[in-house]
């Protein structure tokens, strides 16, 4: 009778999935299941690892996330993208902006995951220079029709004062979303005009979507 051939490292894969799917009640619990991936030979699991990055910067630990992030040898673009996001999420911005760097010399093109958080670390620095070569890309690869992606350089150019720059590009966001809304609205509060903040909310009122308590 021939038997079914079996697949060690398939069924490891699934046993720590199921184990990584049910949580983690500590960071040291965290840290248990990440040692038993490597002891199961799956150090080149990035579906694995990417589940270990974004639960790691749950427990805001990105000194543990770099670490494990730098350890693996083809990291890609969705593990880059988990990183850059939990820096921003943990307040990493020259982090953030330093990663983002280090992707792009790799050789990897940022996609409508990446430029949202990258944007928003840019914002954050006020780092316009560099936003502006993100924007540049946003354009070329076709990811200026993504909403997301469009709200995050309304938030730069607002942020770093460029209001007309912020407008132009808010204009052009087809389906605009409270977010959008927001992101405008607090760039002209930003530069003291409130009268044109006012103008923008009784528009976003009429659009009859719902502001939330930032708007």
């Known amino acids: 009778m021939l038997r079914r051939p079996t697949y060690p490292s398939m069924s490891k894969g699934l046993e720590i999935k199921k184990l ?20 199961l030979g799956l150090c080149h699991d990035n579906y694995l690892l990417n589940m270990i990055l974004r639960y790691s910067f749950d427990f805001s ?18 593990l880059w993208n988990t990183m850059i996001r939990g820096l921003v999420s943990n307040d990493c911005f ?3 902006v330093q990663l983002y760097s280090l992707m792009r010399s790799e050789g990897f093109l940022p996609n409508n995951f990446t430029f949202p958080f990258v944007l928003k670390a840019c914002a954050r ?17 076709g990811f200026d029709y993504d909403v ?37 609205i607090s760039g002209y509060i930003g530069v003291g005009k ?13 659009t009859n979507l719902v502001p939330d308590r930032d708007s």
């Open 61 to 78: 630990d990105t000194n543990y996330t770099r670490l494990v992030f730098h350890q693996i040898k083809q990291p890609n673009i969705f």
């Open 148 to 184: 997301f992606v469009k709200t995050s350089l309304v938030w730069l150019y607002a942020k770093c004062g460029f209001l007309e720059d912020a407008h132009k590009v808010f204009g052009d966001i087809p389906e605009k979303n409270v977010v959008s809304w927001t992101a405008i």
């Open 125 to 141: 620095l006020l780092d316009l220079q560099l936003g502006v070569k993100i924007h540049t890309l946003v354009v070329k690869g």
């Open 194 to 206: 409130s009268r044109e903040a006012i103008d923008m909310f009784r528009r976003l009122l009429e």
């Open 20 to 39: 990584i799917l049910q949580g983690f009640n500590s960071f040291r619990h965290l840290k248990h299941v990440h040692a038993h991936i490597l002891r």
């Open 94 to 96: 020259d982090d953030a």
